[in-house]
């Protein structure tokens, strides 16, 4: 096995200097003519190998080996033009059968034949194929090159709404790229092809002309018969050269100019031809041809009957029935067990009872499945990343008529709804009784009743909010997932961030990372954003702001609390309007100043309050929160910036949708209402 490897290892460097050997000493006639068999054998398994290819990533290393067997081609010109000028004196043998073979059997011994047939082939080769085959080869590159930025981006789409694997992602980006390194490769290897041609051009002129000096000067030859002998092996040497070159060119053509599909272009061309309504107007136009005065009747109307037979075959072949498939399903092993039954690929799943399959059904509709659509896509534009998919499953562990949201496997939402009722809400704006079960919002713990489809115009016009159970489940999962976003976060989401970043601003994403932030701090600050309702929509003023603050700390929480202030704007927007004031509560200058003290006696930065002071102050804040609550108006609690991350861990558990902060993130013009003083510790109730 290692003798095998070393030679498989070593082939191509002896090749090449078996190449240079060619160039540089001379070889007899009869290696001459192995050489030419062997490069002709090449060449037509190159064009077999370009041919039989699926699509052009097949025969990835086809610029590659166009190059070699250039140059094995042109090696051998070069051996054989030595072996013309010095032995063409002695006959049309002396370069040996090959090169004989192609100047007399081929043209006939005729070297003005010979010079029209390689004419003839070097305008099919260079200017008809070789110049094609470029076209395509510099537009493809060009068009690969442009659209690789945007592959990358679909395939990052496609992995964060969960439609491919991770690893299916890697390989479609291993694939894009190989693409566009081929397709560059190609477009250079094409000038290989021409320069080949051109090359041939040369070598003939030069073995004409050295003849045509060395007959009369050195072997005493008259002019007529140098010309002659001499031309003779010039021709058989080009073309034996020629025949090789051109079956590449057509190699290349055929790669450049391929469409990727399952077939290869045999196939592919079958297929496409292999209609009846393809061949039925040429039977009928070429049988019109056939019987006008003039023509040749017999070769026209033959050709008219296999067209229309082939018609007829292949209407034949399309009326037949599909044939049908027998899979046989192998035994399972029981012994085995595969990682997909351990494992759980999905971010978000929502678990049904069998109740409620009805509202995932799809000869119902699915009605629950489209609304969970427009929950991601309303989620995601509103948090500024693409939200997982959602895996509905009905799980027989449950009651017939709850449901439960987990995200990353831990449950973060939990309810029951009826599946051919609808949910009555009281706003606080209905008046009577309604009949029904009572029950409570799963989202915003209104107080409700679950009523009978017949019964919700009279609850609608009662001042009730009647909505339909999938609407029940899809808003519950809305705000599970909204209050769970930076669970829903990870480094893939925030690369695909980055990606769309280096499009519209190339030098801000260069200064973020990989230096001077690695990936997973910055995703860590993005999270901790996150989990504190900010969203990153915004995400070029959130980078700017972060590559700011790396400049001074590399810590995640040092670099969150520094661009806060910055950020101040974005968080106030979601809690007034521009011209509305924006209603705070604060605490008093005494706490504030004792919590301080605290903190900065807390080395090990775990900002914990005594727990009877904690309990006291959430108190107090609920208290004032109550009203305010109650009128749903927004407002935000603000204090100093050495206590934010202290308090904010203290209140996230009984206001979580409170934002806690500074007061460095007020802007200066923004107008403030104070709508609670949270008092001393001493004036706190016990």
Request: hydrophobic share 50%; glycine share 8%.
């Amino acid at each position: 096995m290692k003798a095998l490897a070393f030679l498989r290892g070593s082939a191509l460097p002896l090749a090449i200097l078996l190449l240079i050997a060619v160039m540089v000493v001379p070889i007899p006639a009869f290696l001459l003519d192995i050489f030419f068999v062997a490069n002709i054998a090449i060449s037509l398994a190159v064009l077999m190998v370009a041919l039989n290819a699926r699509k052009p990533l097949d025969f990835s290393a086809f610029p590659t080996v166009l190059l070699f067997a250039t140059l094995f081609r042109l090696g051998l010109n070069v051996a054989s033009t030595r072996v013309v000028l010095v032995h063409g004196h002695e006959g049309e043998a002396a370069a040996g059968h090959v090169i004989e073979a192609f100047g007399t059997f081929l043209i006939g011994g005729d070297y003005v034949v010979g010079i029209f047939v390689f004419a003839i082939l070097m305008i099919i080769n260079l200017i008809v194929v070789t110049k094609g085959a470029g076209r395509v080869s510099e537009v493809s590159a060009r068009f690969t090159l442009d659209a690789l930025p945007g592959k990358q981006m679909a395939i990052d789409a496609d992995l964060n709404a969960g439609l491919i694997t991770p690893d299916e992602a890697k390989a479609r980006r291993v694939e894009v790229s190989t693409e566009a390194d081929f397709y560059g490769s190609m477009d250079g290897s094409s000038k290989f092809v021409k320069g080949d041609a051109i090359a041939a051009i040369l070598i003939l002129a030069a073995n004409v002309i050295g003849g045509l000096i060395l007959g009369p000067v050195s072997h005493g030859m008259s002019l007529g018969d140098a010309a002659k002998g001499y031309t003779l092996l010039a021709i058989g040497d080009a073309l034996v050269a020629q025949l090789p070159s051109l079956m590449l060119s057509i190699a290349a053509a055929a790669i450049v100019t391929r469409v990727s599909h399952e077939k290869d272009l045999a196939g592919q061309i079958g297929m496409q031809f292999g209609s009846p309504r393809t061949w039925t107007p040429v039977a009928g136009i070429l049988a019109l041809l056939g019987i006008m005065p003039g023509m040749p009747h017999l070769v026209i109307l033959s050709f008219a009957a296999l067209a229309g037979f082939a018609a007829w075959k292949l209407r034949q072949i399309a009326a037949r029935p599909a044939p049908v498939e027998v899979v046989t399903a192998e035994p399972l092993d029981q012994s085995k067990i595969g990682w997909d039954e351990v494992t759980d690929t999905m971010q978000v799943n929502l678990d049904i009872g069998y109740g409620l399959v009805g509202l995932v059904d799809e000869r119902k509709g699915s009605p629950l499945m489209a609304r969970i659509t427009g929950v991601r896509r309303q989620l995601s534009k509103e948090l500024g990343f693409v939200v997982p998919q959602c895996r509905v499953r009905d799980d027989i562990n449950l009651a017939p008529y709850t449901y439960r949201i987990l995200v990353n496997g831990v449950v973060v939402g939990e309810d029951q709804a009826s599946a051919d009722e609808m949910l009555a809400l009281d706003t606080g704006q209905g008046f009577g009784e309604l009949q029904g079960k009572k029950a409570k919002d799963p989202t915003f713990g209104l107080d409700a009743t679950w009523i009978a489809p017949g019964d919700a115009d009279a609850a609608t016009g009662a001042g009730f909010l009647v909505v339909d159970s999938g609407t029940v489940i899809a808003t519950h999962l809305n705000h599970a997932l909204g209050a769970n976003a930076a669970d829903l976060l990870g480094a893939d989401e925030v690369q695909a961030l980055l990606d769309g970043l280096k499009e519209r601003n190339p030098q801000l994403a260069a200064s973020l990372t990989p230096q001077p932030l690695a990936l997973t701090t910055l995703t860590t600050v993005l999270k901790q954003l996150l989990a504190e309702g900010v969203p990153l929509k915004e995400f070029r003023r959130i980078a700017s702001s972060i590559a700011v603050a790396a400049q001074r700390s590399q810590d995640a929480d040092e670099i969150v609390e520094l661009i806060r202030p910055d950020l101040g704007p974005l968080i106030i927007g979601k809690l007034c309007t521009m011209r509305e004031p924006l209603r705070v509560m604060t605490l008093e200058g005494g706490l504030e100043g004792l919590l301080g003290q605290a903190m900065r006696a807390d080395p090990s930065r775990r900002h914990v309050i005594e727990p009877d002071l904690g309990r006291r102050i959430v108190d107090a804040l609920q208290r004032a929160a109550q009203p305010l609550i109650a009128e749903a108006k927004p407002f935000a609690l603000v204090v100093q910036p050495a206590i934010r991350v202290a308090i904010r861990k203290l209140v996230r558990s009984v206001l979580p949708d409170t934002p806690v902060m500074s007061f460095f993130e007020v802007p200066e013009d923004k107008a403030v209402e104070v709508v609670a003083v949270i008092g001393a510790p001493e004036a706190l109730p016990a």
